[in-house]
């Protein structure tokens, strides 16, 4: 069973939105985030939530980006708003900490986000 599995992404058109779900195999005690990487460039943070709702955005999407956590569905959300080709890439879900009383650094399998101009 895949520890963290995402859902959503897709294509939108500049100025667009699009959310992204990924839930995990079990409950979560730790950050949650959001990573995304573009062609050629390296890996970046988007946005965390800890366990206690605490976030932390890329200044790149503060303002149009808003990540949320339900800690009884394992999930966290996120929600793209205003949309900018520069959103394009994969993005990836992250877990800081334990997963079902496992400790670890876990990784979805990434979803894609096109962003159109």
């Known amino acids: 069973q895949m520890p963290l599995v995402e859902s959503g992404g897709g294509l939108v058109q500049a100025g667009g939105s699009l959310s992204l779900n990924c839930t995990a195999s079990?409950?979560?005690?730790?950050?949650m985030g959001w990573y995304r990487q573009a062609l050629g460039k390296q890996r970046e943070l988007v946005a965390r939530?800890?366990?206690?709702?605490?976030?932390d955005y890329a200044d790149s999407v503060k303002g149009r980006f808003t990540i949320s956590r339900n800690n009884a569905k394992n999930t966290v959300y996120l929600q793209m708003n205003s949309l900018k080709p520069d959103d394009t890439a994969v993005y990836y879900c992250?877990?800081?900490?334990?997963?079902?009383?496992?400790?670890?650094?876990?990784w979805g399998q990434g979803t894609q986000v096109t962003v159109s101009s």
């Open positions: 079990g409950s979560v005690f730790g950050n």
């Open positions: 992250n877990a800081k900490g334990l997963i079902r009383g496992v400790p670890g650094d876990y």
């Open positions: 939530i800890s366990s206690g709702g605490t976030t």
